[in-house]
């Protein structure tokens, strides 16, 4: 028996949308059909891939999340100046040029940053919050520092993961005995009873998963220093592709993820941002990105706004990150009280409602 071919289908491709001002609503304004299967592939391949098909493989979930939010952006901005960064978006599509902030420019970035920067100002304990900030506009990366440095700073960042900098302030100085002053050779050379000890020891941190990721990567970073003459060296020589970087220490070190990566480049003067939670909740209520999601992903996407915030701003990547850091969490205790706090953001006395969704969503319930 002949089977018989399954009857073409044309698909819809919309090739143009319009926007109801006042009620936001989005809805297909012009709907084409190929009129034969291969018209059809040949407008997947190209010119059908340029409009709401194409916005959807362009935006990806922003463009959901854009549309659920329209209205949102019409009140906020007025038509005209909604109309005018809309069309600017469209002719940025066609271009197949990378979708702006969700229409933030560079003033409003910058403006969003002195907001906060000042509000955490007035907050501030003592002088910590402009200390911190001073500190990290003056630390640079130098090649030249010991391994025992790069080393301590690993230990470090991997011991306050998931932990307040609190529990750990006390605990320092035996860390640093424990691990040898950070002789990053003498770690290398710790055998399974140096670990046993280690969790014995009731100065430390009793987690298995991050003291044997210590101890192992003592080994790799100086095999590391080995072949280069330093771990400065090696870091000298892959720091300006920062991506490619940040995927090598992951495959190269135990314990390292996407974010606490990070914080290592930080924290070691290559400057950075940690997407933590704190950052990205205040950038996703502030509409600068689509989602709180801890995926790679979005953390690429808090990297790509906090590095147009800091080229608006002239700041650095590592003050952008402490400034929505203290505004979502207290930085721990720089700062009298969280503004932006998952539970209970205090949105009364935040300078950045005109730009917050979550708060103009929760009034308009
Ligand atoms: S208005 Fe409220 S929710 Fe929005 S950023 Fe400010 S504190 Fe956070």
Redesign the pocket.
Known sequence: MVKKKPKWKPKKFVIGVTIDMKTGKVTPSKVIQAKTPEEEKEWERGFAERWVDSMKILWGDKFDWFVRNVKYFIDKYGEEEFSRRWNKAMKELERKEPVPSNFMDKKELKEIFELMFEKLKSISIDDNFIDDISKRRKTTFDKNRPDSFFYQQLVGTIHVSGYRVSILRNRWDDIKKAFSNYDVYKVSRYTDRDFKKMMQNPKLIKNERKLRACIENAKIMKDISEKYGSFGEYLERNKTNLKKLKEDLIKKFHYLGNVLVLEYLKEIGIDSIKPDVHVVR?MY??CLIDSEKMSPENIDKVIEVASKMSQSTKEKLSVIDAIFWM?GGSGDNHVKKA??SKNK???RE?P??E??I??SKKNSE
């Open positions: 205040v209520r502030l505004y503004m932006c953001p205090l949105c935040c950045l409602m730009y917050c979550f708060h």
